[in-house]
């Protein structure tokens, strides 16, 4: 049996060793058949009568860009040498692929493009960036902990066609939910729990327990709209209004809402799950005016200059 046993242990160690030069033979016949892909783009620039190359080997996704101006933030690709790797550290053809795509896709520094004209962003560690829509403020929270997602909340003035020197606005900034309000200004949160968070605009606190991605703001109002007090389970809220000197409670037990293209507000409220029906209720001037009853729903009719 001893006999036996050894002479098993050495075939199994013999199968083994086989199989591994039959794994790295594969491999070395896929190799000579693979070839890896790395898509890179350019960022041109087109003034209605000429185009300039502005910019090569972009990330394709820019970060934002401004809607009435060509405004554009990007980021580039940085190309690293791509460490030698033995065969007999890896296992399938994946894992060698992976390394390769990594060291030359890693995103390195901001830029913003205005027109034909490109500035590097002084700003490091970029989580989110926001573009005005005239192409005149932006926004950025940088060194964000994994964590709370929380960061440091900078903003940049565009001059022409130059970037102005970074503005520290805020510290512990939330990384997200933020939106562009009337003049520039921005509604951010800080110290999100869960869904909900403190609201400000540029540096002045608004409200609390604010329901994050809420935050609507409405050129028909000039102001903005958002949650609070949400209750998950009836889905109802408390709606607010904000128009830069003071939060405005319009109603509590909110289902839903919608602001007319003159700027009034219509909702609905004490809505019943069950039967899919609530109160209709018309805000006007401070006032609550009931409109109808049993209503299941608001449509809102909607148009698109061309």
């Known amino acids: 049996y001893d006999a036996y046993d050894k002479a098993r242990d050495e075939y199994y160690d013999a199968r083994d060793e086989w199989w591994e030069k039959e794994d790295r033979d594969g491999l070395r016949e896929d190799l000579?058949?693979?070839t890896i892909e790395v898509e890179q783009y350019d960022l041109y620039y087109y003034n209605g009568k000429k185009v300039k190359t502005i910019a090569k080997n972009i990330d394709r996704y820019s970060m934002d860009y401004a809607a009435d101006q060509a405004v554009l933030a990007y980021s580039v690709f940085e190309k690293e040498e791509v460490e030698k790797v033995k065969l007999s550290e890896i296992d399938y053809m994946y894992q060698l692929r992976d390394k390769v795509e990594s060291a030359l896709e890693i995103v390195g520094d901001t830029y913003v493009a205005i027109k034909d004209k490109t500035s590097k962003l002084s700003l490091n560690d970029i989580e989110t960036l926001n573009i005005s829509t005239d192409g005149k403020m932006i926004y950025a929270v940088c060194d964000v902990d994994e964590e709370t997602s929380e960061g440091d909340l900078y903003k940049i003035a565009v001059s022409g066609k130059k970037l102005k020197k970074a503005e520290k606005i805020a510290s512990d900034a939330y990384a997200y939910g933020i939106v562009f309000v009337e003049d520039n200004k921005l509604a951010y949160f800080k110290d999100v729990d869960g869904e909900s968070g403190d609201l400000y605009v540029d540096k002045a606190e608004v409200d609390s327990d604010v329901a994050v991605?809420?935050?609507?703001?409405s050129e028909d109002l000039k102001g903005i709209l958002y949650k609070t007090e949400v209750d998950e389970k009836n889905d109802t809220y408390t709606l607010k209004q904000y128009k830069g000197k003071k939060d405005i409670e319009i109603a509590d037990d909110v289902y839903s809402y919608s602001v007319t293209p003159n700027g009034k507000i219509v909702y609905l409220t004490d809505y019943d799950t069950d039967k899919n029906e609530g109160d209709?209720?018309?805000?006007?001037?401070?006032?609550?005016?009931?409109?109808?009853?049993e209503v299941s729903r608001i449509i809102t009719i909607r148009s698109w200059d061309d």
């Open 213 to 217: 991605y809420s935050v609507q703001y």
């Open 280 to 293: 209709l209720y018309l805000y006007k001037k401070s006032k609550p005016q009931q409109i109808d009853d």
């Open 32 to 34: 000579e058949d693979e």
